[in-house]
């Protein structure tokens, strides 16, 4: 079956101006995450949503980031005024459940890198 | 705070030869940890999980081991082919639902 996919894979925006990035995770996966790499750094958990429940914001930089998944499939992560230390490759992964005790992996998309100039 | 360390200098292995990567945690007693390899451009794909007990796992040419004394895992690739060439995670859960990330290793195989 399809596997995350991730639209757009490039973007080059000028500071000062809003995003928008979007995740179609795996049909069936309850759960999805956002993850911002910079070059040389691990994986920054960003947000989670699970299911119908709230999602869990707490990894978000800055209040000018958001998130929302639509009908607990397609979500989307708002980035508005960027700034140039918010250029990076940001992740989308999705899970058929939580990692918890269970040690589900979690499938990635291929990403979008996002340059702010 | 919890702390992953990678080995964060590229790690070069002639063809054929095994591949060992490191991964170092701290301030942590994790039930599992899972190691995902990631190509420029893609995003990581997993690989395997290991468990608090569970000494050594195999799959083809991969071997994880697991010493929660040490607080460390090893990832080896015996054999090592140029395709192997990668950057190598290693993940630890963290609550019941979130992943904590090393930097990662990159693996050079040089034909």
């Known amino acids: 079956g399809a596997g995350v996919s991730q639209s757009p894979s490039n973007k080059v925006t000028e500071k000062g101006k809003d995003v928008e990035l979007r995740c179609d995770p795996i049909?069936?996966?309850?759960?999805l995450y956002w993850y911002r790499q910079s070059l040389g750094q691990g994986l920054e958990f960003l947000i989670y949503?699970?299911?119908?429940?709230?999602?869990?914001k707490s990894g978000l930089p800055s209040d000018r980031f958001s998130a929302e998944r639509t009908g607990g499939s397609v979500s989307t992560l708002t980035i508005q005024r960027t700034q140039q230390e918010d250029s990076a490759v940001y992740l989308c992964?999705?899970?058929?459940?939580?990692?918890?005790?269970?040690?589900?992996?979690?499938?990635f998309g291929p990403g979008t890198r996002l340059t702010v100039t | 705070s919890q702390k992953i360390e990678q080995n964060s200098e590229a790690l070069n292995i002639q063809e054929g030869k095994t591949a060992t990567l490191t991964c170092n945690y701290t301030?942590?007693?994790?039930?599992?940890l899972q190691w995902y390899r990631q190509d420029p451009g893609r995003g990581p794909v997993f690989l395997l999980l290991?468990?608090?007990n569970e000494k050594e796992k195999r799959k083809e040419r991969l071997k994880v081991t697991f010493d929660t004394t040490l607080k460390q895992s090893l990832f080896h690739i015996t054999a090592s082919q140029p395709a192997d060439s990668a950057t190598y995670l290693c993940?630890?859960?963290?609550?019941?639902?979130?992943?904590?990330w090393g930097a990662g290793t990159k693996l050079i195989i040089k034909p």
């Open positions: 993940a630890l859960p963290w609550g019941n639902y979130q992943l904590i």
């Open positions: 301030n942590y007693s994790p039930a599992y």
């Open positions: 290991i468990r608090e």
């Open positions: 049909s069936g996966h309850t759960a």
């Open positions: 949503f699970q299911g119908n429940s709230a999602p869990d």
């Open positions: 992964a999705s899970t058929l459940g939580l990692p918890g005790l269970a040690g589900y992996e979690q499938y």
